[in-house]
């Protein structure tokens, strides 16, 4: 276990990163390098270290290996994505799109591949931790009016969290809680699959790429019926998707 703090004076915008990886040398180098632009910097080899640290350094930002050799890189992400109290991106010598979209449907912010370039790794880490920040102040700012009602759902933006109305919660990935928050937030509007890409899988859309629509199709499954029987979301040809309740009208 490794802990540093920058010692620089007046560096209050720089975020507590912790990298939980479990290679020596390249752990070294990228906290060398984070610790070069003033950031304060925690390194676990382990996932149970790195849980711990999570705990006493709380940290803006986590950078998460996907191969450690106790705990599954994946299940780390999905547990400090769930919490929501701070970015998360996964590193991993895995440069497959598939292990990207795994990683970012999981609720991660976003994925280096390993060995980084160091500017790149710095720009990403102080993006996610921009993102994080307005995300925290939108949560403020949506005090006392963070539950949405649609149709037979409930959606809390706060809470992250859809239930039917017995109050059973819906089992939601990251990626689908914000595409139907994203959808929500449109009132009854369609929304392009390239402003759902960027939001929920924070990747641009390509007319050949179908993580979107995948996307919608598990969502869809999970959600309930509307009161007439169909889909609460609906496929609107050339415009993306919609989000509508019941009593509105397509």
């Not at 752990?27 to 382990?46: N, P, Y």
């Not at 006493?56 to 450690?68: A, Q, R």
């Not at 991993?92 to 390993?114: F, P, T, W």
Request: charged share 30%; hydrophobic share 40%.
């Amino acid at each position: 276990m490794h802990i540093a703090k920058a010692e620089a004076d007046g560096l209050m915008t720089n975020p507590r990163v912790l990298l939980i990886e479990d290679d020596e040398a390249v752990a070294q180098a990228m906290v060398r390098g984070m610790e070069r632009s003033g950031m304060s910097v925690a390194c676990a080899g382990t996932g149970a270290v790195g849980m711990a640290l999570k705990d006493s350094f709380k940290p803006d930002v986590i950078l998460v290996d996907l191969e450690l050799p106790d705990t599954n890189g994946v299940d780390l992400i999905s547990h400090f994505a769930e919490s929501r109290s701070c970015g998360v991106i996964v590193v991993s010598g895995m440069g497959e799109e598939s292990d990207r979209i795994v990683g970012l449907e999981l609720g991660a912010d976003d994925y280096i591949v390993k060995p980084p370039r160091m500017r790149e790794m710095i720009a990403r880490i102080r993006a996610v931790h921009r993102r994080v920040n307005r995300r925290e102040e939108a949560k403020v700012s949506s005090r006392g009016r963070d539950t949405l009602q649609v149709g037979p759902i409930r959606i809390n933006t706060t809470l992250r969290q859809v239930t039917k109305e017995d109050g059973t919660r819906i089992p939601l990935t990251s990626a689908e809680f914000t595409l139907i928050e994203v959808l929500a937030a449109a009132k009854g509007q369609a929304v392009s699959r390239d402003t759902l890409s960027e939001s929920a899988l924070r990747r641009p859309w390509r007319p050949e790429d179908r993580s979107v629509d995948q996307l919608v199709f598990s969502l869809r499954q999970k959600l309930p019926a509307d009161e007439g029987g169909g889909t609460l979301i609906h496929s609107i040809r050339g415009a993306g998707y919609l989000l509508r309740a019941p009593d509105q009208a397509l």
